[in-house]
């Protein structure tokens, strides 16, 4: 053995973090090679099987679980869960929310959630809500019906659910050069979440990917570092990709690939408001000048109403920059679901008198 292989397995050793951000385990705990084994359908199949990939199970079957609601261990592999499948609804989840508020048999309202799940129709909605691209029949529409046109010259049909979102998923990508947290910001690393455009946009999200999706704390008290962080274009006018090159790679830009009407960004300061403004920088003077809590400026980061920034940090920030730090779609809604009508991410509903005012952490004086 010469000293070259020697100093590799001595650096393997010492320095496993580095390698350990991409999916680790045994192949079988996600793969298989058979659909059929003696006879029969394999048991670890899922009722939608064969797969692509040689997968055993579906995006949500493989992110589900009856007994965690944030993440469970997979051979070592510790895996978000997206939908909880247990009778009483979570009270903890990940950043993005859970599926459990949508699903049929469970929470089964569909105004609490997107709704990803094959065939099972919303019950309010034929299309998404501020849907401005034209783009008929395809997750840009309705992500419970499978699109079964060639997705723009892609050659990938069948996408439904999910996958309308999470559109090339790079589960064995090595994303993270500092280890289990990072910055996401190329296709090489599978962008944000796995957050991108049709092949051709060659874009995608850029964000910093806390190591544990934000799991157990979804309330977490303000701040601290152990949150997400979102690039924001508080110039964009546009919709989709095409807000603009570097900071319009964010959730903004992204959730305006469906919800066109809805990009409400470069509004100026135009009086009287006629929508909510998204991709905005908060203000720092009049009620907003003590958004977050802030004196001089400077306020506490609250990952239950999260901003995005101008442009990514190396690493979490505990604080908020107002006139700076911007407000995003993902401030005030959680992607997959919540325990709140709009997806909203705290019960403004029964407020006042009950619930919570999460629109109080910027309009201070409206509360």
């Known amino acids: 053995m010469n000293w070259a292989i020697i100093s590799f397995l001595l ?92 699903k049929e048999g469970l929470g089964n309202d569909d105004t609490k959630g997107h709704n990803v799940f094959l065939d099972e129709d919303d019950d309010y909605l034929d299309e998404a809500p501020g849907w401005a691209i034209g783009c008929n029949n395809s997750c840009h529409t309705d992500l419970s019906k499978e699109y079964t046109g060639s997705d723009m010259g892609e050659g990938l049909p069948g996408k439904y659910g999910c996958q309308g979102c999470h559109l090339h998923p790079k589960h064995h990508a090595n994303d993270h050069a500092n280890g289990e947290s990072g910055l996401v910001d190329s296709a090489d690393k599978g962008w944000y979440r796995f957050l991108s455009g049709h092949s051709f946009t060659r874009k995608g999200v850029k964000g910093y990917e806390y190591k544990d999706w934000e799991a157990g704390h979804p309330n977490l008290a303000p701040g601290g570092t152990a949150h997400n962080e979102y690039i924001g274009d508080a110039t964009a006018t546009g919709y989709g990709f095409s807000q603009g090159d570097g900071a319009g790679d964010g959730v903004t830009a992204f959730c305006t690939g469906c919800h066109g009407n809805f ?105």
């Open 11 to 102: 650096w393997l050793f010492l320095f496993p973090s580095v390698i350990q951000a991409k999916v680790k385990g045994q192949c079988a705990n996600c793969h298989t090679m058979h659909y059929s084994q003696h006879g029969g359908v394999l048991s670890e199949w899922g009722t939608e099987g064969p797969y692509e990939s040689l997968l055993v199970n579906s995006c949500v079957g493989c992110h589900s679980s009856n007994s965690f609601s944030t993440h469970y261990d997979l051979g070592g592999c510790e895996v978000p869960v997206v939908l909880y499948t247990g009778a009483a609804a979570p009270t903890t989840y990940l950043a993005g929310g859970n599926f459990w508020w949508v």
């Open 263 to 367: 990009s409400h960004g470069g509004q100026g300061s135009s009086s009287p408001w006629k929508m909510h403004p998204s991709d905005a920088v908060i203000p720092n003077s009049g009620e907003y000048a003590s958004a977050f809590g802030a004196t001089g400026g400077v306020g506490s980061y609250n990952p239950l109403v999260p901003v995005a920034r101008p442009s990514l940090p190396s690493s979490p920030d505990s604080s908020v920059h107002i006139g700076t730090d911007i407000v995003m779609c993902l401030s005030c809604h959680r992607p997959h679901g919540s325990p709140y009508p709009k997806l909203m991410r705290w019960d403004y509903q029964n407020w006042p008198g009950g619930g919570t005012n999460g629109c109080a952490v910027c309009h201070t004086e409206k509360d």
